[in-house]
């Protein structure tokens, strides 16, 4: 059975940076979407960013956080910079079990790790 765990969270202060990791195992994920969605309190699982051969991210996101993976390691990074504190949430990697045409739909995701809290502060 697949897993997936990430670390790299942690309470960091407006404009600062993090970098959080996910490493999968279990199965290799290289041919399919990998990617980051988030969740604040009371609201919604959200997209974030996803690598399938193209990047893609969320508008609230772009030009401030990249993502990156790295296949040897069957994993997936977020760079996050300029953080601000409407980025708190709790940030779950995801990894898709099949071809997507569609990597920032929640629902194209199979497997899902565990979450890490990520507080940005004013």
């Known amino acids: 059975q697949a897993q997936l765990v990430e670390s790299g969270g942690g309470l960091v202060q407006a404009g600062g940076s993090l970098r959080l990791s996910c490493a999968a195992s279990?199965?290799?994920?290289?041919?399919?979407?990998m990617g980051w969605f988030r969740q604040a309190p009371g609201k919604e699982r959200e997209f974030v960013a996803a690598?399938?051969?193209?990047?893609y991210y969320a508008d609230s996101v772009k030009g401030r956080f990249t993502i990156s993976r790295e296949y040897a390691k069957n994993s997936v990074y977020l760079q996050m910079n300029s953080l601000k504190p409407e980025d708190t949430a709790v940030y779950y990697c995801?990894?898709?079990?099949?071809?997507?045409?569609?990597?920032?739909?929640?629902?194209?995701?199979?497997?899902w790790g565990q979450g890490t809290q990520v507080t940005v502060s004013s």
């Open positions: 995801a990894a898709s079990g099949h071809t997507s045409s569609r990597p920032w739909e929640l629902s194209e995701y199979n497997y």
């Open positions: 279990g199965r290799t994920f290289s041919s399919y979407a």
């Open positions: 690598r399938s051969g193209s990047s």
